[in-house]
């Protein structure tokens, strides 16, 4: 995998190495942090603001539903939640019912519904602002008929009619030998392969241009080269891009228990964004893996030994997506699931720190919704106070039992059952539950109501949208109620 190294930090944009990290490259390196941001901005793949909040719309068995029609339903509560971005899952004809196997990629009649229903559902979606992320899977893609080995690794009668050399050598195929980890059991595309990369980024234009998708979330990135992911951002222009660089965390023998220092898994998270460019964001498997071993009695593993966030959240936390659960890790397949009586301590944390937050699907509008009331309130708190991917932590206590911080001076959070608050009449409680509590501190009646009067019309309209938006400024008073 690409060597370049680079890590940052939740502390205005300073640029920083990481513990035993290589050097920047010498590019990268005189490249400032504003203009590092106006060239992944300008080139797609990475909304400047920071102030994104992503849904997952789906989990593993939502393939036996009629779910973009389930999907148009929810667009509204989406909306009105704060949700800026939804990522759907693999919208294309697939051998296997959830997606993951696709093979005719301009065929949208898939088991989560017609082609109808999904164009119904990403016009109301725009019409609420709320963007559509498309689920990209091209490491692999199965074969109609059968190439001269006897495997189906071509491509015949359909559309983007590949023969063997658009296959890696090392899964049946007649290309080059892959550039990344290999996908089993079906045939893996060649990247390297200049047609290929072609019809990919024509595929992907079409799905931002004529479909309707805005945003990208690529499948099994470990599977081919950054270099391309970047190529496939610099040409179809997504909004807001994010890869699926899942690597396991480390472990000691003989228990394999989690090792407290993440530094090596972050850093490989780092490295594959950097070889993108910065223009694809991750998801924060670093955090995943940390926090659901801290929220078991362990807070202290949340503060790494130069007292940031331990995750990639605490190195390069624009590009960091952070998440408790996915359709992988929970729902019915559970490789790596986050403690269930825990979810509501996961959500206070990734909900009021940087990075770009993820919610889940069976966690917003699970059996009995019992998670809904309480991720809406904080995804409120969040907007209102203006806490974005880039803001500042500082962590006041990480023992066993709690974990506290202060986010940009202006909220602040405790996990854990230690009983704790923090000190000063100027906070007051904004949210709590189960082990889980935020303040923020006091402004004026007249600046609490408008900011509450603002964020409420922004939810219905959508951010931008307000006339007054830009022209209008309060100054908040901390010694009033």
Known sequence: ?????????????????????????????????????????????????????????????????????????????????????????PPTQSLSPEGYLPQNLYCLDSCYGSLHDLQALLRKMKEHNVRAMADVVINHRVGTTQGSNGMYNRYDGIPVSWDEHAVTSCSGGKGNES??????????????QPFVRKDIIDWLIWLRESIGFQDFRFDFTKGYAAK???????????????????????????????????????????????????????????TKGILQEAVKGELWRLRDP????????????????????????????GHWPFPSDHI????AYILTHPGIPTVFYDHFYGKDDSFHGGIAKLME?????????????????????????????????KIGDGSWCPSGPEWKLAASGDRYAVWHKARTVYASTMNFIICRLTAFTGPGNLPWEGGLRFLPSEDAD
């Open 344 to 347: 509501m301590e996961g959500y």
């Open 179 to 192: 550039t990344g980890d290999n996908f089993d059991g079906v045939p893996n595309i060649d990247h390297t």
């Open 228 to 286: 391309f992911v970047k190529e496939y951002i610099e040409q179809s222009k997504p909004l807001f891009a994010v890869g699926e660089y899942w690597d396991s965390c480390e472990y000691s023998p003989p228990d394999y228990r989690l090792n407290y220092n993440q530094d090596k898994h972050r850093q490989r998270i780092i490295n594959w964004m950097d070889s993108t460019g910065g223009l694809c964001a991750a998801f924060d498997f670093t």
């Open 381 to 413: 708190i969040r907007k209102c106070q203006d806490i974005h991917s880039r803001s500042a932590v500082k962590i006041l206590e990480a023992s066993s039992d709690l974990y506290s911080a202060i986010v940009d001076d202006k909220l602040c959070m």
């Open 1 to 89: 995998m690409p060597v370049g190294a680079r890590a940052h930090w939740s502390g205005r944009h300073r640029r920083r190495l990481a513990p035993r990290a290589l050097a920047l490259p010498a590019a990268a390196a005189a490249v400032s942090d504003e203009n590092f941001e106006e060239q992944a901005a300008r080139n797609g793949g990475i909304i400047k603001h920071g102030r994104e909040i992503l849904f997952q719309a789906f989990n593993w068995e939502s393939h036996k539903h009629n779910w973009w029609s389930n999907l148009e339903e929810k667009v509204v509560d989406l909306a009105q939640s704060g949700f800026t971005s939804a990522w759907l899952p």
């Open 306 to 333: 130069e007292g940031k966030p331990p995750g990639v959240m605490g190195w390069w936390p624009s590009r960091s997506v952070t998440f408790v659960e996915n359709h992988d890790t929970g729902s019915t397949q």
